[in-house]
């Protein structure tokens, strides 16, 4: 694998552990796709560091778990702004 990639793969890992971000939140952070964050931290660094690939998965289950919650407070947020306008 080309060093630039596993490089990428180990900074979006630790960007996702250190602030429990999503893997959309991950991929507007680093203006790359959701499917190549999705790929390097689902695939690639399990080859890379399989330790740290563990942890990143029980960060995105948790997050996958509670999206319904965030998309709730989202719709819930954006109809209060309609209303106060």
Do not use: C, F, W
């Not at 630039?4 to 999503?22: F, K, Q």
């Not at 790359?32 to 080859?47: F, G, N, P, Q, Y």
């Not at 989202?74 to 306008?85: C, L, P």
Request: aromatic share 4%.
């Amino acid at each position: 694998m080309k060093d630039y990639i596993e490089e990428r793969v180990l900074e979006l890992a630790r960007y996702i552990l250190e602030t429990g971000a999503t893997v959309r939140g991950a991929a507007a952070r680093y203006r790359i796709s959701k499917s190549t964050v999705h790929k390097d931290v689902a695939e690639r660094l399990l080859e890379i560091n399989p330790a740290m690939a563990k942890e990143v998965k029980a960060v995105l289950d948790n997050n996958k778990a509670e999206r319904h919650l965030r998309g709730g407070a989202a719709t819930q947020k954006k109809y209060k702004e309609i209303r106060s306008h």
